[in-house]
């Protein structure tokens, strides 16, 4: 798995899932796409300035207190990659979760923005 410089970090993190899973536990992970949210950062017909800046700060993190910040960006295959590396096997993408109102499920101009996976340890 190489997926940059923050690799041993995100790395680190997805592996601790992992070992507190129990054997055939299940993972819900859901983290802003940042390929979906790149693309819409640049598309200045579908968004304004104001709409852009959401999503700047949908990308970095809204800053509002000292843990509102993202040290990474993940996209599917980055994901992916970390899920398989720590142990965890039959990933798949879904829509949402559908437990309750949550970013899992968060539109901008009626575009899905999360990246919703569920993992299982082997």
Not at 56 to 74: N, P, S, V
């Amino acid at each position: 798995m190489s997926a940059g410089s923050d690799t041993p970090r995100n790395l680190h993190i997805v592996t601790e899932w992992h070992r507190v899973l129990k054997p055939g536990g299940t993972l819900f992970v859901s983290v802003p796409d940042l390929d979906v949210l790149s693309a819409l950062f640049v598309n200045r017909q579908l968004l304004s300035m104001a709409d852009r800046f959401l999503v700047m700060r949908m990308i970095f993190g809204g800053h509002t207190d000292r843990y509102d910040y993202h040290m990474a960006g993940l996209n599917e295959e980055f994901l992916r990659g970390y899920l398989r590396a720590a142990g965890f096997n039959a990933a798949s993408r879904v829509e949402g979760f559908g437990l309750f109102t949550d970013g899992s499920c968060l539109r901008l101009k009626n575009v899905p923005i999360s990246l919703n996976m569920i993992a299982t340890k082997r």
